[in-house]
């Protein structure tokens, strides 16, 4: 009783400061009530902010017995929603140092950091450098195929997840995020572009700056897949461009270029290509997965 005493009178105290007094400044009454819709803001919160815990607590305890969570792989059971069971990610080829600085190629032996492989050096890439997940292989090709061509837009929260850990190199030197774009004839047909899905993932969870139009694909080409590397960048020749009014967006600015898959380095070459001409100072590349031939 002691409690609920010391409740009212701190209340009526409040109160009574907002009786209108002769003698009070008329510049004082906004400020009084506005300590009081403070106050009751405050407790309002207080009450609902438990409430609103234990409900949706609640619902989401009903919303995985209805719907348990399931591997976005393989579908099998798994302890959360976005997740990967255990044998799924077993099967995952995640790729860590050593590897190539240039191209994220990994090696088979630790000879230092710093290094840069035989095919970099060979033929240096016009994107600064390029991390990825994993290699494009199993498990990392489903998922890839689910989310591009089975409609599974859903997959890209867990992928780009990942390709947050991955590019812990390259978002802190990043000023802009840009994924490769499609054309607007494979868009329409497609009805999204994956490498977008992908990149606000990554911008949301590095806060850095997203530019889905920063980057035009002017030109519409085959297929990439089936082709040589020679034919894929001869079929990416002048694809894409910083059209005017996109210049402000990347011009001076460090660039980290998102896509699903890093293949060749052909579709990467070409993005990179054209940001550079359109005014970036860097380029780097950040994918889901890429392409590996052992011995690299």
Known sequence: MQHDRAGTSGFREQDESLVPDPDLDADRLPIAVETKQTISDRLLSHTLRPAAGWFGAGLRAAIDIVYPPSCIACQAATGEAQALCPTCWGEMRFIERPYCERLGTPFAVDLGEGLVSPAAIADPPVFARARAVCRFDGTARELVHRLKYGDRTDLALTMGRMMLQAGRELLPDADVIVPVPLHRF????????????????????????????????????????????????????????????????????????????????????????????????????????????DGI
């Open 186 to 293: 494979r868009l329409w047909t497609r009805r999204f572009n994956q490498a977008v899905a992908l990149a606000q993932v990554v911008s949301r969870g590095s806060a850095v700056a997203l530019a889905p139009l920063a980057l035009t694909r002017v030109k519409r080409t085959r297929q990439q897949v089936g082709l040589t590397r020679a034919q894929r960048a001869d079929n990416l020749q002048g694809a894409f461009r910083v059209l005017p009014a996109a210049r402000p967006q990347i011009e001076g600015r460090r660039v980290l270029l998102v896509d699903d898959v890093l293949t060749t380095g052909a579709t990467g070459n070409a993005a990179a290509r054209a940001l550079l001409r359109g005014g970036a100072r860097t380029v780097d590349i950040l994918t889901f997965a890429r392409v590996v031939s």
